[in-house]
């Protein structure tokens, strides 16, 4: 004959681990949603503005110098930049947007700034990249980036800092 407490160490057992896995798996599932929320979109590390690129950026710039000569700009929407023939903000909108193991890809709308002509030269309002409509962003070092194969941003861009 079997007794009914006999069971009761293998059920208590058994309702202590399936307990304990319960709990493992609700504080697994909350630290994976903490790091896809802390993640963001995959050009947050580049949100603020960059100096540079156009021309080298001068080192040991104040924080002050280096807003003072920003040449790009990155927000959740749009990123902005200046030419050398067109030093006023030129702004696309962020069509589509993927990170990279080195960096962001953008796929940037067209944008409704006009050319300036100076002097007969037409001005190119994009980043003289190979794909006008294809930004594609390398991070070099903690604070710097650069856009390869780019003609209109030959150099490595800074982070200007907020301080």
Avoid at 43 to 52: E, N, S
Avoid at 68 to 76: G, I, K, L, M, R
């Amino acid at each position: 004959m079997h007794h009914p407490h006999a069971t009761r160490p293998t059920a208590v057992r058994l309702g202590t681990t399936l307990l304990a896995t319960a709990v493992l798996v609700a504080v697994s599932g909350l630290a994976l949603k903490a790091d896809a929320a802390s993640a963001g979109p995959p050009h947050a590390w580049l949100y603020g503005v960059w100096a540079g690129g156009i021309f080298p950026a001068p080192p040991n710039m104040s924080p002050d110098e280096c807003r003072a000569h920003v040449t790009f700009q990155v927000s959740q929407d749009s990123v902005l930049h200046s030419t050398l023939m067109h030093p006023e903000p030129i702004q696309n909108a962020i069509a589509a947007v993927r990170g990279t193991p080195d960096g962001t890809i953008f796929t940037l709308a067209p944008t409704d700034a006009k050319p300036d002509a100076i002097a007969g030269i037409s001005d190119d309002l994009g980043f003289g990249c190979p794909q006008p409509d294809t930004l594609r962003v390398v991070k070099t070092g903690p604070d710097e980036i650069s856009f390869p194969d780019c003609t209109g941003f030959p150099s490595p861009l800074v982070r200007c800092s907020m301080k």
